[in-house]
């Protein structure tokens, strides 16, 4: 059987900048066929952006026994200018204490982890009574139209449920185990715009400017408090990524302005209540306006139960740390996930340098990460 850290080498050598997976899945599923799993592959996404994904389960002895899968990506994100890299990001290599390539912390570690530990367990375990599972895509850094939201809609309509799902997102601070993610924020983006009326600058009575006109609405919507959080979420947040009106002469009344926003929002707020209070403010400000909103994903929150609970002991067990259960950082797959499955949690190696040049992952810690996942498994399906 070979080690998490010679399985990682094999992915990382994998060049599956996405949408592309590089072989990684077909390796995983080999790993998996041989130790009882059924496989599918799910291909999806138009001829020039097809995206792999891989389903597969192992089913135990109770057949109303609980399901835990281990979900994650193959694709990376692209290498940047490889001369600024010490080494190929696609050929593995050891130094420093640690093991450096594309991939390594964000998430080809975790997905070696799932697999040995997957292994390890069932060689322990012939008869366990509860099922495992893989929901992995390679598209994941990329769109995230064709991957982990196609498989969960699939096994939807086939009536197959999640108990319980790791995801193996690097979460760890400043050493393994310190921190697990048990939910994330979810994302709403907007595009404002806001129309006036064009004119020469000299003559402000013959024009409206829509950036004069949006400023007192505007100083309103970046100092409204939206919600308090709670236990587990920071209070909702609004933000401004760009502005733009003017013809570029500095001489022109604008006659519109575009604006661009997103709300990272807690469980206390919903999409909708989120939207109906920024246009009221904008109406109530007189503002003649249009907005297209993007829905990113659904915030989700897992609470201290089952799942989280046997991950923190497997934790303690292989490292000493107490982790800590967050919620901060960007969207992940989980958004989707969550809507099949009761319990889920991210858990994986040290984020520091995931999508930067020279990206690595500390040798010592690849054997305990894969240990906590096998710990986890003997405890909630054993």
Avoid at 88 to 107: I, K, N, Q, T, V
Avoid at 296 to 312: H, I, N, Q, S, V
């Amino acid at each position: 059987m070979q080690s998490a850290l010679e399985l990682t080498k094999e992915l990382i050598a994998c060049r599956s900048v996405t949408p592309a997976d590089g072989g990684c899945q077909e390796l995983i599923a080999k790993r998996l066929a041989a130790i009882g799993f059924e496989t599918e592959t799910i291909v999806s996404g138009p001829a020039d952006f097809q995206v792999t994904n891989l389903w597969a389960i192992k089913r135990g002895a109770d057949p109303k026994g609980k399901v835990l899968a281990f979900a994650g990506h193959t694709d990376v994100v692209p290498t940047g200018p490889l001369e600024k890299w010490t080494t190929d990001p696609f050929m593995p290599s050891e130094r420093d204490d640690h093991l450096y390539g594309r991939g390594a912390a964000d998430m080809k570690t975790s997905l070696a982890g799932f697999v040995v530990a997957s292994e390890e367990f069932v060689k322990q375990y012939p008869n366990h009574q509860g099922s495992i599972a893989f929901l992995i895509t390679s598209d994941e850094e990329g769109p995230a139209n064709d991957g982990t939201v196609i498989v969960c809609d699939l096994l939807k309509k086939r009536g197959q449920k999640l108990d319980y799902c790791v995801i193996g997102e690097p979460t760890s601070v400043n050493q393994l185990g310190d921190m697990i993610k048990n939910g994330r924020r979810g994302s709403l983006s907007g595009k404002l715009k806001v129309k006036g009326i064009q004119a020469h600058i000299a003559y402000p009575h013959l024009g409206r400017n829509p950036i004069h006109e949006l400023a007192p609405a505007l100083s309103k919507l970046v100092t409204k408090e939206w919600d308090r959080g709670n236990l587990y979420f920071q209070p909702t947040s609004f933000q401004i990524s760009n502005v733009h009106a003017g013809t570029g002469a500095n001489n022109v009344i604008p006659g519109e302005l575009t604006l661009d926003f997103n709300f990272r929002f807690s469980t206390e707020s919903k999409p909708e209540q989120l939207k109906g209070g920024l246009e009221s403010i904008l109406r109530d400000a007189g503002l003649e306006f249009e907005i297209t909103w993007t829905l990113g994903g659904e915030p989700f929150l897992t609470g201290d139960g089952a799942l989280a609970g046997a991950m923190r002991e497997a934790i303690m067990a292989e490292t000493n740390v107490s982790a800590e259960l967050s919620t901060t950082g960007g969207t992940s797959d989980g958004r989707f996930i969550a809507k099949i499955c009761s319990e889920l949690v991210e858990f994986g190696p040290i984020n520091a340098t995931s999508h930067k040049i020279d990206e690595r992952v500390a040798l010592n810690s690849i054997e305990p990460l894969k240990n906590i996942y096998r710990r986890t498994l003997e405890k909630l399906i054993a």
